[in-house]
């Protein structure tokens, strides 16, 4: 069975900086490709970053290219580093894995975890 547990939601304000964490068991980390995703009030979910099962391939959605990074430990952590938050940026956080990193960047995946609010405000 595949978990996914996100933490290190919170409040910031806005052009502040704030790291997510995707706990995984090291199987799943070593198979399958994790990316994140997120869910504003009222929107649909979207992609927000994507990192292949090595490490060696980072995707990012317009929104966040540049502002955004995604990096993955030893220790089955995926971090994603946010930098220069906007208050459209608030939404709840979603960690996800799937076998193919092209999914991700669809907006699927096979495994999800259960979020993370993240609120950007003044």
């Known amino acids: 069975q595949v978990q996914l547990v996100e933490s290190g939601g919170g409040l910031v304000h806005p052009g502040g900086s704030l790291t997510l964490s995707c706990e995984t068991s090291?199987?799943?980390?070593?198979?399958?490709?994790i990316g994140w995703f997120r869910q504003a009030p009222g929107k649909e979910r979207e992609f927000v970053a994507a990192?292949?099962?090595?490490?060696?391939?980072t995707k990012f959605a317009d929104s966040v290219r540049g502002r955004f990074g995604i990096s993955r430990n030893y220790a089955a952590l995926i971090y994603l580093e946010m930098h220069s938050l906007k208050p459209e940026d608030t939404a709840v956080y979603f960690c996800?894995?799937?076998?193919?990193?092209?999914?991700?960047?669809?907006?699927?995946?096979?495994?999800w975890g259960r979020g993370t609010q993240v609120t950007v405000s003044s």
């Open positions: 990192i292949s099962q090595f490490g060696a391939d």
């Open positions: 090291p199987r799943t980390f070593h198979t399958y490709a």
């Open positions: 996800a894995a799937s076998a193919q990193m092209t999914s991700l960047v669809s907006g699927s995946a096979e495994y």
